[in-house]
Structure formats: C-alpha cells, structure tokens
C-alpha cells in the first residue's frame, strides 16, 4: 500500500479491477482536511472513465473511519478575520467531493469501524453499500460544536429520509453500528474486524459478477429518479450556511471549546 508525493493524506492500493481508498491521518483519527478532499475528490475524477476499476472500498487507517472535520483548523478560522468566502469554497470543495463520489460509475463500497462523525458520516451516505462494525459509532455531530451539517445534509435526507435525519442533525444522536443498520444507513453489521473483512469480500465478489457499463448506467438513472431539486443548487446554499455557522458566535464558541476540551456554553442537562 502506497500513497504518491501529490496525495500523502489518502493511501491507494489496487487489487485487479478493486482499489481501496485509504483516509491516512490515523493519529487525528482521520478527520477531514481541505488536502484530504481534494486528494478524495482527484482520485475519483481519475478514474471515472476508467472501468478497468470496477469497485471503490474506502476505509479509514488506524482502526477508525472518519472522526469528520479536523475542528482545530476550523477554530483557527473561525478566530481569523475575512475568511467567509475561504470557508464557503472549502464546503463547497467538500460538497463537490461527496457529489463526485455519490455519481461515481464504479460501485462504492465504505468499510466504517471505529468512528463515522459528520463528513464521515456523509461519505458512509454516499457509499453504495455501507459495511459497518457492530460497535463502530456514527453521528451528525456538527451542531453540537455550533455547526451547520451542511454539505451532508442532503445526502443523509436522500438516505435515510426526513424524519430519521431530522432527528440526527437536531440532536448529535450517536448510534451504533446495528442502529446505523436498521435505520438504513448501513447495509450490514459484523460483530468484529475479521467479520468486516469478510464482508467487503463478498461485497466486491457480488459487484464484480455485474456488468461494469450496466453499474454505471444503473447508478446514473437511480440517482436522477432521486429527487427534483438541483443538488448543485442545493449545495451551494449549504456551503453559505456552513460558512454563516463557522465564523458566528455558536460556531467560535464551539470549535474554541473543542481545542480547549471543555463542553461549549449551551450544554446542560435535561432536570
């Protein structure tokens, strides 16, 4: 497994027509930055074409997913002055990265052990087939930082529907892996590492008896009977919301308080 000079933060190993996508900040539990998007988002461009490449299986190094955004460089730019239109690009950068995987031609399969926190949770909604650990923990953790779960949002509506998403934007809810499950976020649970491996096997077997054209044509005409609203447009009023939410007061307040490692001002507990 090797990463190129240009992409340090993905790991990219290709296995005949699979290539696993590896998140590669272990020690930061493989939280988001602005190189890892665009590393994600190059990789997928590359290869749309390319249908020598039958499956994508994203994983995250180090035992967990994706603990989603890197907060400490969000609470360096929420502190710093004239960065709005910096923090609008990045969302939409990153809402790009999530439409580009969510249309990719190849099947997507995501791997999810240890944690699947907000942008992690939103590539685990654009996956085709979710394989999680019964014990991995998943969540829309944005608005308890003072954070707008933007560029996701509309994945996870068009994933699990209105009323569940509803639920786990407006509250920080963490489920498990059989939660995720049976809420239709995942696909399947496996109760433990050799399990999951297992699983991702058999997922990439069943994928690689389809037609590669036919998974192509077929994800392309599901994703177009989706929904009416342009996602393009959708999107972009996400990343002016996200970047609204960073540099206001519940976004300082919540990104300072996660370096600082102390819960932010609006938490307490219900009496």
């Known amino acids: 497994m090797t990463s190129s000079p240009a992409a340090p933060q993905i790991l990219l190993k290709t296995r005949g027509p699979v290539l696993e996508l590896w998140l590669n900040r272990p020690e930061q539990r493989n939280a988001m930055t602005a190189q890892m998007v665009q590393e994600i988002l190059s990789c997928f461009e590359a290869i749309r074409g ?3 490449v039958r499956v994508v299986v994203m994983r995250g190094a180090g035992g967990t997913f994706c603990a989603g955004a890197d907060l400490k460089a969000l609470a360096r730019a929420s502190q710093a002055e004239g960065t709005a ?7 939409r950068q990153f809402a790009q990265m999530l439409e580009t995987v ?4 190849q099947a997507v399969v995501a791997a999810v052990e240890g944690y699947a926190m907000g942008g992690g949770f939103g ?3 654009v996956s085709d087939i979710t394989l999680a650990r019964s014990d991995a923990i998943f969540a829309m953790t944005e608005v308890t930082r003072g954070v707008v779960p933007a560029a996701i949002s509309p994945f996870v509506v068009r994933r699990i529907g209105l009323t569940a998403a509803r639920r786990f934007a407006v509250s920080g809810a963490r489920l498990d892996g059989t939660q ?5 976020l995942a696909h399947q649970c496996a109760p433990d590492a050799v399990a999951l491996d297992q699983a991702v096997t058999e997922a990439i077997n069943a994928i690689l008896k389809c037609a590669p054209n036919a998974v192509a044509a077929t994800k392309g005409l599901m994703l177009r009977a989706a929904g009416p609203t342009p996602l393009a447009e959708l999107l972009d009023e996400a990343a002016s919301s996200f970047a609204a939410a960073v540099l206001g007061p519940e976004g300082r307040e919540g990104t300072r308080a996660f370096v600082e490692k102390r819960a932010p001002s609006w938490v307490v507990e219900a009496k």
């Open 123 to 125: 590539l685990a909604c």
């Open 85 to 91: 239109d910096a923090l609008r690009a990045n969302n």
């Open 50 to 52: 390319d249908r020598t």
């Open 102 to 105: 969510n249309a990719a031609p």
């Open 180 to 184: 995720a499950r049976d809420c239709g």
